[in-house]
């Protein structure tokens, strides 16, 4: 007869002899695998956004908790994973390398190296999911944010803290003024990041080239994601380069990042959804697509003294069809930030580069950040060009027009000539100050119109070599006295009749 007890004993000896390996992991399999999508069975436990590894060395992204099963989403593998594959829960959500070894890289959404440059060795991860600052952790967007670019600094201004929406047709000109930003920060001791979303290779190859060539790539990362990347890979690019943001954001430092592009990543998320099979509802894309980008976009903010005082600058770029900013996610994402810049295909053809809309573009924050003496100077720019707007309407019909009326279209054309600015070329501070006070002032009332852009480019050369000593005198951030302005308008007159000579004795009907 069998002795049960001394059987259960040896058992009992076995089972002591077992070292534990502490080596359990939530297990289980996958039942469906295809479109880069998968289900699995038997995980329990398991966190939405949740890192998942999968056999083979493939990592997915839990995103539908459902009574029998897990839904995923596959980074990579998607022609590799298989029916049965084992599935293991890593207890962690997606994350981020961050640290200033990142700056001057180019990254994946997974902080992987794309550039051929050796691995990135940095320790410190950050979760690409992070809550928002508290409202009473926030402090008020009180400095500016400079781009360079005269039209926006003076009319659209942008603080350090706040989310500005470039928005516009494609082929406008949306990542050329965020590249023109990024490019001006040379001297600003503000961390710049520049999110690629599903844009072709050879666009981003240049853009990365355009940095290089400026300097700018030393306190700048680029967090790539191309046309080519699986669409888990670009709705996950946003959230990266904001964790890294948030890094520097909560050592005190100013960081710029720009969203280049939220339509392409609505779209990654409406494939993703619409695989999952998630409910369809407006244009196809799920219920949660507002929430999709304002968890992101709140995350951009000035924090207060207390909290370091860092900030986040977002510059999201949307792309319309055919002008409408009336469609699902243009108007999303204007109700989620702090003002847009318009760019019109109209604009654009007519040879007004950069494309700005005034009429439809606002800050509604970056105004009291904007530098005292350029607020003082262009608080009657925006009026000047509408009344030019619409008198040059009215000017179609040939009817004969008083001389007050031709002086305001003159120089109406004239301010919209010196507002056209090339790529790459940003001005000063002082500079702007300079041409914004000449451009309103009589002094062009004698250059001919089509002389104007070269003679503002010409006036800012003269005041650069000759008169460094106004330029010294102007200081951005206090009034401009009445005797510097004479002084300024002086130099500017002195310049006109040396470099148009006779011309400037022509009446304004000749011009």
Same mark, same amino acid.
């Given at each position: 007869?069998?002795? +049960?007890?001394?059987?259960?004993?040896?058992?009992?000896?076995?089972?002591?002899?077992?070292?534990?390996?502490?080596?359990?992991?939530?297990?289980?399999?996958?039942?469906?695998?295809?479109?880069?999508?998968?289900? @699995?069975?038997?995980?329990?436990?398991?966190?939405?956004?949740?890192?998942?590894?999968?056999?083979?060395?493939?990592?997915?992204?839990?995103?539908?908790?459902?009574?029998?099963?897990?839904?995923?989403?596959?980074?990579?593998?998607?022609?590799?994973?298989?029916?049965?594959?084992?599935?293991?829960?890593?207890?962690?959500?997606?994350?981020?390398?961050?640290?200033?070894?990142? *700056?001057? !890289?180019?990254v994946n959404p997974l902080g992987e190296p794309l550039d051929g440059l050796g691995e990135?060795?940095? &320790?410190?991860?950050?979760?690409? &999911?992070?809550?928002?600052?508290?409202?009473?952790?926030?402090?008020?967007?009180?400095?500016?944010?400079?781009?360079?670019?005269?039209?926006?600094?003076?009319?659209?201004?942008?603080?350090?803290?706040? !989310?500005? *929406?470039?928005?516009?047709?494609?082929?406008?000109?949306?990542?050329?003024?965020?590249?023109?930003?990024?490019?001006?920060?040379?001297?600003?001791?503000?961390?710049?990041?520049?999110?690629?979303?599903?844009?072709?290779?050879?666009?981003?190859?240049?853009?990365?080239?355009?940095?290089?060539?400026?300097?700018?790539?030393?306190?700048?990362?680029?967090?790539?994601?191309?046309?080519?990347?699986?669409?888990?890979?670009?709705?996950?690019?946003?959230?990266?380069?904001?964790?890294?943001?948030?890094?520097?954001?909560?050592?005190?430092?100013?960081?710029?990042?720009?969203?280049?592009? *939220?339509?392409?990543?609505?779209?990654?998320?409406? $494939?993703?959804?619409?695989?999952?099979?998630?409910?369809?509802?407006?244009?196809?894309?799920?219920?949660?697509?507002?929430?999709?980008?304002?968890?992101?976009?709140?995350? $951009?903010?000035?924090l207060s003294a207390e909290k370091g005082g860092g900030s986040i600058t977002a510059l999201?770029?949307?792309?319309?069809?055919?002008?409408?900013?009336?469609?699902?996610?243009?108007?999303?994402?204007?109700?989620?930030?702090?003002?847009?810049?318009?760019?019109?295909?109209?604009?654009?053809?007519?040879?007004?580069?950069?494309?700005?809309?005034?009429?439809?573009?606002?800050?509604?924050?970056?105004?009291?950040?904007?530098?005292?003496?350029?607020?003082?100077?262009?608080?009657?720019?925006?009026?000047?060009?509408?009344?030019?707007?619409?008198?040059?309407?009215?000017?179609?019909?040939?009817?004969?027009?008083?001389?007050?009326?031709?002086?305001?279209?003159?120089?109406?054309?004239?301010?919209?000539?010196?507002?056209?600015?090339?790529?790459?070329?940003?001005?000063?501070?002082?500079?702007?100050?300079?041409? +914004?006070?000449?451009?309103?002032?009589?002094?062009?009332?004698?250059?001919?119109?089509?002389? @104007?852009?070269?003679?503002?480019?010409?006036?800012?050369?003269?005041?650069?070599?000759?008169?460094?000593?106004?330029?010294?005198?102007?200081?951005?951030?206090?009034?401009?006295? &009445?005797?510097?302005?004479?002084?300024?308008?002086?130099?500017?007159?002195?310049?006109?009749?040396?470099? @148009?000579?006779?011309?400037?004795?022509?009446?304004?009907?000749?011009?």
């Amino acid at each position: 007869m069998l002795d +049960l007890t001394k059987i259960g004993k040896n058992l009992k000896e076995k089972i002591a002899e077992v070292s534990e390996t502490g080596d359990s992991h939530n297990t289980g399999r996958i039942i469906y695998s295809g479109d880069g999508i998968v289900r @699995i069975s038997g995980l329990s436990g398991v966190k939405y956004n949740e890192l998942l590894n999968v056999k083979g060395g493939y990592r997915a992204l839990a995103l539908n908790l459902e009574e029998d099963s897990v839904g995923a989403v596959l980074f990579s593998g998607e022609d590799k994973v298989r029916f049965g594959d084992y599935v293991y829960a890593t207890g962690s959500t997606a994350e981020m390398k961050v640290g200033e070894e990142l *700056l001057g !890289r180019i990254v994946n959404p997974l902080g992987e190296p794309l550039d051929g440059l050796g691995e990135i060795h940095s &320790e410190k991860t950050r979760p690409v &999911e992070f809550p928002a600052p508290a409202i009473m952790d926030r402090g008020k967007v009180n400095k500016p944010l400079q781009t360079g670019i005269l039209a926006i600094d003076s009319m659209i201004p942008i603080g350090r803290g706040q !989310r500005e *929406l470039i928005i516009g047709d494609r082929q406008t000109g949306k990542t050329a003024i965020a590249v023109d930003t990024i490019l001006n920060q040379k001297e600003e001791n503000v961390i710049c990041i520049y999110v690629s979303i599903g844009q072709k290779a050879s666009s981003l190859s240049k853009t990365v080239n355009v940095l290089r060539d400026g300097g700018a790539m030393k306190y700048t990362c680029i967090i790539c994601s191309t046309a080519d990347d699986s669409a888990p890979m670009q709705y996950l690019a946003p959230y990266s380069g904001c964790a890294l943001a948030e890094y520097f954001m909560y050592q005190g430092k100013d960081v710029l990042i720009v969203y280049d592009d *939220l339509s392409k990543h609505a779209v990654a998320y409406r $494939a993703m959804s619409l695989l999952l099979k998630r409910p369809a509802g407006r244009e196809a894309y799920p219920g949660d697509v507002f929430y999709l980008h304002s968890r992101l976009l709140e995350r $951009a903010a000035k924090l207060s003294a207390e909290k370091g005082g860092g900030s986040i600058t977002a510059l999201p770029i949307v792309e319309t069809l055919a002008g409408d900013i009336s469609a699902y996610i243009p108007t999303n994402v204007i109700s989620i930030t702090d003002g847009q810049i318009y760019l019109e295909s109209e604009l654009f053809n007519s040879g007004v580069r950069p494309a700005v809309n005034v009429g439809l573009s606002v800050s509604r924050v970056g105004g009291s950040a904007q530098r005292k003496a350029v607020r003082r100077i262009s608080g009657q720019l925006r009026i000047n060009l509408a009344q030019y707007r619409e008198l040059a309407i009215f000017m179609q019909f040939g009817s004969d027009l008083d001389a007050e009326t031709q002086k305001i279209l003159s120089r109406g054309a004239k301010l919209t000539n010196v507002l056209k600015q090339r790529r790459y070329l940003n001005y000063s501070v002082k500079e702007m100050i300079v041409l +914004l006070l000449t451009v309103q002032s009589h002094v062009v009332d004698s250059v001919p119109e089509k002389k @104007i852009g070269e003679y503002t480019e010409g006036l800012l050369d003269y005041f650069r070599i000759n008169r460094a000593d106004l330029m010294e005198k102007i200081d951005p951030d206090a009034e401009v006295t &009445e005797e510097l302005s004479k002084d300024i308008l002086a130099a500017a007159e002195e310049y006109l009749n040396y470099s @148009i000579g006779d011309n400037s004795q022509r009446s304004i009907n000749d011009v």
